[in-house]
Structure formats: structure tokens, C-alpha cells
T-cell receptor, first 114, second 115 residues
Framework: GENVEQHPSTLSVQEGDSAVIKCTYS??????FPWYKQELGKRPQLIID?????GEKKDQRIAVTLNKTAKHFSLHITETQPEDSAVYFC?????????????FGQGTTLQVKP | DTAVSQTPKYLVTQMGNDKSIKCEQN?????MYWYKQDSKKFLKIMFS???????INETVPNRFSPKSPDKAHLNLHINSLELGDSAVYFC??????????????FGPGTRLTVL
């Protein structure tokens, strides 16, 4: 089955700096890669996603890149702000199947210091 | 309007008891899920139902039994609770299956503490 590895487990940056979180996946059939943000005590919420027919996607300060050959994808946050502090999860899914199953990475705790 | 709701938000109980968590979504989604988030924040899929049919059943003790009375509700019943069941349980629902995305909408979570 699919396995998703996420690094680093914790990341501390100064406000205004960039943050990068990396994930690798094992199943070449995976074709959908979302990123979820979970603030302390809250539910995970989708912040950006990318499909396997696209190599890069950007939404304001957040961007995601995908390398299908190497089976890895990354989240890039630029000009970080204290409110970006949260746990970030990557995930992988094979959407043409009939389960919609998401396999999550282990999570990265991002701390943005003011 | 709350899209995915769960009750209760907190559940504190003794070992050996039986408890239930309820989930409802008003998004019109066909698929619902239960996840367990342990103390290390790891999110692990437990079950999924599509239109009342069980489609994902991960390696979960059979003390856990999901029930979906209709496609808007997915409940989780846990028998003979153990200390290791302490976690936050999230319900989620997703858009109809398709080739382009499977965005999942999570409920607020139920923090279960077994004493």
C-alpha cells in the first residue's frame, strides 16, 4: 500500500523567512497530493493541492511542487507570518479508485518566531 | 452552518466502558471517514463509507464498529475501551469521487480520554 514520508518533523523559522516541507510517496498510482494545515486544537483544513498532471501550483504565499519521477512533492511558504504556525500534513491519494483514501505523512510542526 | 459536526467534543470514560461518537455532514457528500489522531499527531484512516457502504476498513480492532444509517451520518461505536484508545477522533467527508481531487472536510474532532 501507499506510504508517505514527511520531513522535517519540526521546523522553526523567523518571521519573513521561507519554510519548505518535503514529502515522498511510494505508490506510483497516486495522482492527487493535498496539504492540510492544523492549528492547535483545531481540525485539519486543506490549504493547497496538486494533481499529477501539474508540476507546480501557487496560491499567494503558498506553493507546491511535484516531481512524479522522483515521487516527491514539497510545500513552500514564503514571507512566513506568526499565524502560519501550525502542524502541516502532506497526503497522497489515488483518485481513480473507488475509495478516495488519503494516506497522510507524519506531520511537520512549523513555528514562526516574531 | 457547520459543514461536518461531531458529538461529543470531549469524552472521558473508564476502561472497559462502551461509548459512541456521532458525525453528521450537511455538504451532500457521498463519502465519510473516521480518522484517529494519536498523541504524536499522526492521522490514520480507520474506516470509510460511501453511500452507507463500507469501502475502507483498515487494521482496526473489532472493538471499533462504524455505522452509517444514511449517507449524511457516520457513527463510531467503541466497545471495551482501553487506555490506548485515548486519542482525538476526526470524522471527515469528501466530494464525489472523481479524477481531479478528493478534498476532505474534517469535523472538529472528539477528544477521547480513557482512564
Amino acid at each position: 500500500g501507499e506510504n508517505v514520508e514527511q520531513h522535517p518533523s519540526t521546523l522553526s523559522v523567523q518571521e519573513g523567512d521561507s519554510a519548505v516541507i518535503k514529502c515522498t510517496y511510494s505508490d506510483s498510482a497516486s495522482n492527487y497530493f493535498p496539504w492540510y494545515k492544523q492549528e492547535l486544537g483545531k481540525r485539519p483544513q486543506l490549504i493547497i493541492d496538486i494533481r499529477s498532471n501539474v508540476g507546480e501550483k501557487k496560491d499567494q504565499r503558498i506553493a507546491v511542487t511535484l516531481n512524479k519521477t522522483a515521487k516527491h512533492f514539497s510545500l513552500h511558504i514564503t514571507e512566513t507570518q506568526p499565524e502560519d504556525s501550525a502542524v502541516y500534513f502532506c497526503a497522497a491519494s489515488e483518485t481513480s479508485g473507488n475509495t478516495g483514501k488519503l494516506i497522510f505523512g507524519q506531520g511537520t510542526t512549523l513555528q514562526v518566531k516574531p | 452552518d457547520t459543514a461536518v459536526s461531531q458529538t461529543p467534543k470531549y469524552l472521558v470514560t473508564q476502561m472497559g466502558n462502551d461509548k459512541s461518537i456521532k458525525c453528521e455532514q450537511n455538504l451532500g457528500h457521498d463519502t465519510m471517514y473516521w480518522y484517529k489522531q494519536d498523541s504524536k499527531k499522526f492521522l490514520k484512516i480507520m474506516f470509510s463509507y460511501n453511500n452507507k457502504e463500507l469501502i475502507i476498513n483498515e487494521t482496526v480492532p473489532n472493538r471499533f464498529s462504524p455505522k452509517s444509517p444514511d449517507k449524511a451520518h457516520l457513527n463510531l461505536h467503541i466497545n471495551s475501551l482501553e487506555l490506548g484508545d485515548s486519542a482525538v477522533y476526526f470524522c471527515a467527508s469528501s466530494t464525489p469521487r472523481g479524477l481531479w481531487s478528493n478534498e476532505q472536510f474534517f469535523g472538529p474532532g472528539t477528544r477521547l480520554t480513557v482512564l
